[in-house]
């Protein structure tokens, strides 16, 4: 009897200790899961940012060769109309009827 009675606790920790190992290989599963998602997430971000940074690189150039082709008229027909500056003793009348 005293053999029957021995086995049982290690029955208990064994079962005890199947249940912490299913447990802890869940908790791993789910949280390498989570990063893979995570990854994913950022992967897709990543590749928008890299589409979005191309377009400004290419709009760089397209200013950056206009610019060099200029004689100045471009740089100063922008300082007027955007900036509003105007030329030295340069007056500049502006109509405010619309017309």
Same mark, same amino acid.
């Given at each position: 009897?005293?053999? $029957? *009675?021995?086995?049982?606790?290690? #029955?208990?920790?064994?079962? /005890?200790? =199947? ?7 869940? %908790? ?22 890299? $589409? *979005?940074?191309?377009?400004?690189? #290419?709009?760089?150039?397209? /200013?950056? =060769? ?7 008229? %471009? ?25």
């Amino acid at each position: 009897m005293r053999a $029957a *009675k021995a086995e049982k606790p290690k #029955s208990k920790k064994s079962l /005890i200790l =199947r249940l912490a190992l299913i447990a802890f290989v869940a %908790y791993i599963a789910v949280t390498l899961i989570h990063m893979q998602l995570q990854i994913s997430r950022s992967e897709t971000s990543l590749a928008d940012v890299n $589409a *979005k940074l191309q377009q400004q690189q #290419s709009t760089n150039a397209e /200013i950056d =060769r206009v610019l060099a082709q200029d004689d100045g008229t %471009y740089k100063e027909s922008i300082a007027r109309d955007k900036l509003g500056y105007a030329k030295p003793n340069e007056h500049v009348y502006i109509n405010a009827s619309g017309d």
